[in-house]
């Protein structure tokens, strides 16, 4: 072995730790990941199930599961970049895995690819690499999915505030026409009293 090269388990361990040092580099400069959000008492929370009809839900409600909804998508996403990082350092460990096994088999430079490819190490280390980009296809398809559901709610939200702005408006008019009062049309006019309508009804009487 060269003076400056490394075995394949050295190697491996230095990217390893490569990947650990960058999350503990973030933590010291006050930028942790987000953590798995707590809803209940049990520390095995899921992301909450998306109730079937949010018509029937409450305005309280909807905020609820909008902050829980947002919490579990930023946390997915911060798992979602961990898991591109590990993907990169099991990529470099494939091609490094790869050189040193290689190197050690005998024959023709088909031989020595056919042997390495079914060498053991090299069957750990590119599991290794699978497990990897399977994380980042689950995480990518999570977020997706919470993204799809923040804007359910996001728009369920702003619905039931339209509506609740239109029954205030409405219960005001009610409220002023009972009263016999002048009434506000929609645009900020002055509804017009009775008496005003008909000047004459009271010279009549």
């Known amino acids: 072995m060269a003076k400056f090269e490394v075995t394949l388990e050295e190697g491996l361990k230095r990217y390893d730790d490569a990947m650990d040092e960058a999350e503990a580099d973030l933590i010291e400069r006050g930028l942790p990941l987000a953590e798995r959000p707590t809803h209940s008492d049990s520390k095995f929370s899921t992301i909450p199930k ?3 009809d949010l018509s029937q839900a409450g305005y309280d409600v909807l905020q609820r599961l909008m902050g829980e909804f947002t919490e579990w998508y930023n946390y997915a996403n911060c798992q979602l970049a961990v898991a591109y990082i590990r993907q990169n350092g099991a990529e470099a460990k494939v091609r490094l895995a790869w050189a040193k096994i290689r190197d050690l088999k005998e024959g023709t430079v088909s031989d020595k690819d056919d042997a390495a ?6 069957i750990s280390v590119d599991a290794g690499m699978l497990y990897a ?3 980042v296809t689950y995480l990518n398809a999570l977020k997706s999915g919470l993204e799809q559901d923040i ?5 369920s939200i702003t619905a ?3 509506q609740g702005n239109i029954d205030g408006r409405g219960a005001s008019v009610r409220r002023g026409a009972s009263a016999g009062s002048d009434v506000n049309f ?18 009549h009487r």
């Not at 490819?117 to 090299?122: E, L, M, S, T």
């Not at 804007?151 to 728009?155: E, K, L, N, Q, V």
Request: aromatic content about 6%; glycine content about 2%.
């Open 133 to 135: 980009k399977s994380m």
């Open 117 to 122: 490819r079914v060498d053991i190490r090299f």
């Open 160 to 162: 039931r505030s339209a």
């Open 151 to 155: 804007a359910t709610i996001s728009r």
């Open 186 to 203: 929609q645009d900020g006019r002055r509804m017009p009293s009775q008496s005003a309508l008909n000047p004459f009804k009271k010279r």
């Open 50 to 52: 998306m109730p079937q």
